[in-house]
């Protein structure tokens, strides 16, 4: 059977990635270029700033990732690019990149859907196995997925107001800590103890998450402390504040596990690169003989490589676009 190769292209926030997958699980090249040094200045990603750094790399970052493969772009089966959601600006350098490539080799055009990436990122460790849960953990996104093959996956929970990721980053915010702040409350929170009671949010039987009230009760607990000259210790607030997240996480995921009787876990999204998150969903899955897996960490932040992964299914069910695609900075899971 023919090899299939895949040029994937990623531009959604702030990385500038492309990516050359082989069946959809083997990395032949990838190239990154973050702007996470350039936002920290600013506090989080300034979104004009962004696309315009896209537009200053994006042909660079595609020719290193065919000479560092040693390929042309005859080499080449199809072109797979995010369309969204995202940063319209972003997903817009990408999209065009990717239709003026698809235009002048004459390849096909595969959309792909950011979170359907996240997943596929799983596929580059060891083939997914169906049907599974999907836990997907994100600076803009938190949410509970079936997936019962390739093309069939339904949506059973999500959050109602922020990501956990994004709640990371304004906790790190009010601590004093820059961005991206999660790395940082992971790391502290190992060195400390939860001992700072904090309320669970949502803490029903759906299969929703709630993180605005968490942050809130940190932020509030924080400036407590400074207006009455206490002293608070961060590391253990860190604790306390990753103890209530990983509660929140681990207790819908692992009973929509026994509810929809699967066997199969799989963490997706920049935030399952945490390292308190991944452990204790070991230990469970472990306790429970749950197949548990999670992307290496290169593949939890955005990356092309994923992008490629996702791209090769879809190639292979024949799901391409025309060149009118255009960005969806919301685009819904399908």
């Given at each position: 059977?023919?090899?299939?190769?895949i040029?994937?292209?990623?531009?959604s926030?702030?990385?500038?990635?492309?990516?050359?997958?082989?069946?959809?699980?083997?990395e032949?090249?990838?190239?990154?270029?973050s702007?996470?040094?350039?936002?920290?200045?600013?506090?989080?990603?300034?979104?004009?700033?962004?696309s315009?750094?896209?537009?200053?790399?994006?042909?660079?970052?595609?020719?290193?990732?065919l000479?560092?493969a040693?390929m042309?772009?005859?080499?080449?089966?199809?072109?797979?690019?995010?369309?969204?959601p995202?940063?319209?600006?972003?997903?817009?350098?990408?999209?065009?990149?990717?239709?003026?490539l698809?235009?002048?080799?004459?390849?096909?055009?595969i959309?792909?859907?950011?979170?359907?990436?996240?997943?596929?990122?799983?596929?580059l460790?060891?083939?997914?196995?169906?049907?599974?849960?999907?836990?997907?953990?994100?600076?803009?996104?938190?949410?509970?997925?079936?997936?019962?093959?390739?093309?069939?996956?339904?949506k059973?929970g999500?959050?109602?107001?922020?990501?956990?990721?994004?709640?990371?980053?304004?906790?790190?915010r009010?601590?004093?800590?820059?961005?991206?702040?999660g790395?940082?409350?992971?790391?502290?929170?190992?060195?400390?103890k939860?001992?700072?009671?904090?309320?669970?949010?949502?803490?029903?039987?759906?299969?929703n998450?709630?993180?605005s009230?968490l942050?809130?009760?940190?932020?509030?607990?924080?400036?407590?402390?400074?207006?009455?000259?206490?002293?608070i210790?961060?590391?253990c607030?860190?604790?306390?504040?990753?103890d209530?997240?990983?509660?929140?996480?681990?207790?819908?995921?692992?009973?929509?596990?026994?509810?929809y009787?699967v066997n199969n876990?799989?963490?997706?999204?920049?935030?399952?690169?945490?390292k308190?998150i991944?452990?204790?969903?070991?230990?469970?899955?472990?306790?429970?003989?749950?197949?548990?897996?999670?992307?290496?960490?290169?593949?939890?932040?955005?990356?092309?490589?994923?992008?490629?992964?996702?791209g090769?299914?879809?190639?292979?069910?024949?799901?391409?676009?025309?060149?009118?695609?255009?960005?969806?900075?919301?685009?819904?899971?399908?």
């Amino acid at each position: 059977m023919k090899d299939i190769y895949i040029l994937g292209i990623e531009t959604s926030c702030d990385e500038t990635s492309c990516s050359i997958i082989k069946n959809g699980s083997e990395e032949i090249s990838t190239t990154v270029l973050s702007q996470v040094d350039i936002h920290t200045l600013y506090g989080g990603v300034v979104p004009e700033i962004a696309s315009r750094n896209h537009v200053k790399d994006i042909v660079f970052v595609i020719n290193k990732c065919l000479t560092d493969a040693k390929m042309s772009m005859d080499m080449i089966d199809g072109i797979a690019v995010t369309y969204g959601p995202g940063l319209v600006g972003s997903l817009l350098v990408g999209i065009e990149a990717a239709k003026t490539l698809a235009y002048i080799f004459d390849k096909p055009l595969i959309p792909v859907h950011h979170i359907r990436s996240h997943i596929y990122a799983n596929n580059l460790e060891k083939e997914l196995k169906f049907p599974l849960i999907c836990l997907v953990i994100s600076g803009g996104h938190t949410e509970l997925l079936l997936i019962k093959d390739h093309f069939n996956i339904t949506k059973i929970g999500s959050t109602l107001d922020d990501a956990v990721g994004e709640c990371y980053d304004k906790v790190a915010r009010v601590m004093g800590i820059s961005y991206p702040g999660g790395p940082v409350i992971d790391k502290m929170a190992h060195d400390g103890k939860p001992i700072y009671d904090l309320p669970i949010p949502l803490n029903d039987d759906s299969y929703n998450f709630s993180f605005s009230g968490l942050k809130s009760a940190v932020i509030n607990l924080y400036h407590n402390y400074e207006q009455a000259g206490k002293t608070i210790d961060k590391n253990c607030l860190a604790s306390s504040f990753q103890d209530v997240v990983i509660s929140s996480l681990t207790t819908k995921t692992m009973r929509a596990l026994k509810e929809y009787n699967v066997n199969n876990l799989v963490l997706a999204g920049g935030v399952s690169a945490n390292k308190g998150i991944r452990e204790k969903f070991e230990q469970l899955c472990k306790e429970g003989n749950i197949d548990f897996s999670f992307p290496k960490i290169e593949y939890c932040t955005d990356n092309a490589a994923m992008v490629g992964a996702a791209g090769y299914f879809l190639y292979k069910e024949g799901k391409f676009t025309d060149l009118k695609l255009n960005a969806d900075s919301s685009a819904e899971l399908v």
